[in-house]
């Protein structure tokens, strides 16, 4: 069985509509941002999975990809780019910054030294050949 969760916009709305119902919006100030979210989609082929994750304002070398039989792990962390000089207030941050983390697993295992990732415009692709099924034997009764 899948360990696949379901993206529900829906909650990501009620979210942000809550976020700043009690506050005056030229007041608001966050400085926790909420860590990012990694959304994913998975496909499956005859041989392999496809995986599409979106990680905008990644640099490659800061994402991680990790794959332990049929378990894959995607690490991501985006790093705020500059901090607030001293002659100035923030007042509202909506750009989240941190480690995004997204593990699931596959009905099949995966064939490790098969994995291809790509990385473009903010879109990570890979793809996970299935590890090919080890034949029956047939033993032999004596």
Do not use: C, W
Request: proline residues 4%; glycine residues 4%.
């Amino acid at each position: 069985m899948s360990n696949i969760a379901r993206y529900d916009p829906m909650n990501e709305l009620v979210d942000d509509f809550f976020k700043g119902f009690f506050v005056r919006p030229l007041g608001y100030e966050s400085r926790d941002a909420v860590a990012p979210r990694m959304k994913v989609d998975v496909a499956e082929k005859n041989d392999a999975y496809l995986v599409t994750a979106e990680v905008p304002g990644v640099k490659k070398e800061d994402i991680h990809v990790s794959v332990d039989g049929a378990q894959v792990t995607l690490e991501a962390e985006v790093r705020q780019e500059r901090e607030a000089g001293k002659d100035e207030r923030v007042l509202h941050v909506e750009r989240a910054y941190g480690k995004a983390t997204r593990s699931f697993s596959l009905p099949q295992e995966i064939d490790e030294a098969k994995v291809e990732a790509k990385y473009r415009d903010g879109v990570l692709e890979l793809t996970l050949p299935k590890k090919a099924a080890a034949a029956r034997k047939q033993i032999a009764i004596q």
